[in-house]
């Protein structure tokens, strides 16, 4: 197998104090995580009384590679002050499902049910914060709906394209510069195809990337499960502005503010 990457990401992830779950929800999904040691304790009462818990953090990656992969810069400051919970979406890492259902929504009622399991989801904590980017935007949008403000505290949704239209994915191909299509660009197949994708998704590339690094990337995190991965773009329903009324949520900046602001 040779030297790969994604072990040097896995150790480091380690060393922050998170563990690789993995959860069956039913018979037909299964959710694979990162969580923060604490959260396996078998009960809260067996944890230190002298130590108040950690807010919960829920980080939901984009389309590409696996959670931890896309959150592994941001796990170590965040670990110091959140419990967190990094999960796999569908189709991505060990997580999968028999099921036919391809919506964020769907996504998004996958990882609720995981926090139930878990024992940390609602009424086992106070409340969690929720933060996607990209694809995993929508899915904390779906997320923080279902759960309710009354659970959902705070909601953070990072460079995702809702409401998109024709034009945002014709212009998202010409920054990209020889993908035909949206997804040629998301499910890159060939090395160069994921340099491509590197330079318009990654801040500050390097300028220059070892050949086997990409390689690596390619047979380790974006060969998997391509069908089904072409079935959720197709599925995505929050980013289509015709077919996909957005409701306001009130954990993120008050849309009153935001139309004062405008103006």
């Known amino acids: 197998m040779g030297f790969s990457m994604v072990w040097v990401i896995d150790l480091l992830i380690h060393l922050a104090g998170l563990r690789p779950h993995t959860v069956a929800l039913d018979d037909d999904t299964t959710v694979h995580c990162w969580i923060s040691s604490s959260l396996l304790l078998p009960s809260s009462a067996i944890r230190s009384k002298e130590k108040k818990a950690k807010p919960l953090l829920l980080l939901i990656h984009g389309f590409g590679p696996r959670g931890m992969w896309q959150w592994s810069r941001q796990v170590w400051p965040l670990a110091a002050r959140f419990d967190l919970v990094v999960p796999d979406l569908l189709f991505f890492g060990g997580s999968t499902t028999r099921s036919p259902i391809r919506s964020e929504a769907f996504q998004a009622a996958a990882i609720a049910r995981l926090l139930d399991v878990l024992g940390i989801g609602p009424p086992h904590r106070a409340s969690v914060s929720v933060a996607g980017t990209s694809y995993g935007g929508f899915v904390a949008y779906h997320v923080a709906r279902a759960l309710g403000p009354e659970w959902v505290e705070r909601v953070v949704i990072a460079s995702s394209d809702v409401l998109k239209g024709p034009d945002d994915d014709r212009a998202l191909l010409e920054r990209a510069g020889g993908a035909r299509s949206i997804d040629e660009?998301?499910?890159?197949?060939?090395?160069?195809?994921?340099?491509?994708?590197?330079?318009?998704?990654?801040?500050?590339?390097?300028?220059?990337?070892?050949?086997?690094?990409?390689r690596d990337m390619l047979r380790n995190l974006f060969s998997d499960n391509l069908e089904e991965k072409l079935e959720l773009i197709k599925g995505v329903t929050i980013a289509n502005k015709d077919d996909f009324h957005l409701t306001p949520l009130p954990q993120i900046f008050p849309v009153a503010k935001a139309i004062e602001l405008q103006k």
Request: charge should be positive.
């Open 185 to 214: 660009l998301l499910l890159p197949r060939t090395t160069a195809d994921l340099r491509r994708l590197a330079r318009l998704a990654v801040y500050r590339l390097p300028r220059f990337v070892p050949e086997f690094i990409f």
